[in-house]
């Protein structure tokens, strides 16, 4: 069943597009990632869906309602992380959930939401003393308390460290698990890899890709990279020579090594018969990243 219908999304700004043409369909109980460079029009095309900037054309349907013409029925299926999103310093955790608890005709037990999202402990804690991770964690049981069909979370795990950001997957994937569909704008790559069931990826306001992370991976030249450190010196013609070897390169005291085919034994073979050990041998496949490069000429964080 489709929840959120996106087609031909136009936005402008003056006579600078933002969002030309954006199309993508998002089914119940997906991970749906919007996935793009700083400036692609991520966040515009979703403040669009969430009813919160007015299109300039196409059309949009969120469990069948067009945010434009009913923004107030929209509100009660549709819960939002936002990307800059802020409290009172001075306003507790357990005050902000009663507070936007009471926005709802029939939201979601909120003490029971804050206990799964390991808030409980700080719900007399004002918004100013939580740390990144807290802050997140609220934010996401804001969104939560209206008991939405569908969740809009974008650059959920902006600024927080690594295990907090692992954390808040988890949490991701708990909310999905609870039944809500959520839509997740990011421009991390192993964020998208790990939690996307499919990515729009989006570069200058157009979607230049739709597929599963292992789809859009798919789409990169097959091959392989190994990286090591030699333990003795080897001249690299040695591994060019070889037919599984499409390409030698130095990086400082390493030699990372392209090719096809059983790459690694044919590697390693070469290194045996000129007595050479592989020291800090690591095997590398194509990645999220490397086929972001290839669809967009860019790295996501440019």
Known sequence: MTIIEVDGLVKRYGDHTVVNGV???????????????????????????????????????????????????????????????????????GEAMELYSSFYRRPADWRELIATLRLTDKLDTQFRRLSGGQKQRLSIALALVGAPRVAVLDE?????????????????????????????VTHFMEEAERLCDRLAVIDSGRVVALDTPAGLVSR????????????AP??????????????????????????????????????????????????????LDDAFVALTGRRADA
């Open 23 to 93: 199309s993508f369909a998002v089914e119940q109980g997906e991970i749906f990632g919007i996935l793009g460079p700083n400036g692609a029009g991520k966040t515009t095309t979703v403040e669009c869906v969430e009813g919160l900037r007015a299109r300039d054309g196409g059309t949009i349907r969120v469990c069948g309602i067009d945010p434009r013409d009913d923004s107030g029925e929209l509100r009660h299926l549709l819960g939002a992380q936002l990307q800059a999103g802020e409290l009172p310093d001075k306003l507790k955790v």
């Open 220 to 231: 990169v030249e097959h091959g392989q990279r190994i990286r090591f450190r030699p333990s």
């Open 234 to 287: 080897l001249d690299p013609a040695v591994l060019s020579a070889l037919p599984e070897v499409t390409a030698v390169e130095r990086a400082g005291g390493q030699l990372v090594v392209s090719g096809t085919g059983n790459l690694l034994l044919a590697v390693t073979t070469a290194l045996a018969r000129h007595d050479v050990v592989a020291a800090d041998l690591r095997v590398e496949q194509s990645t």
């Open 156 to 184: 959920l795990t902006t600024g927080l460290d690594p295990q907090a950001r692992r954390d808040a997957w988890d949490l991701i994937e708990g909310v999905r698990d609870r039944g809500v569909t959520i839509l997740l």
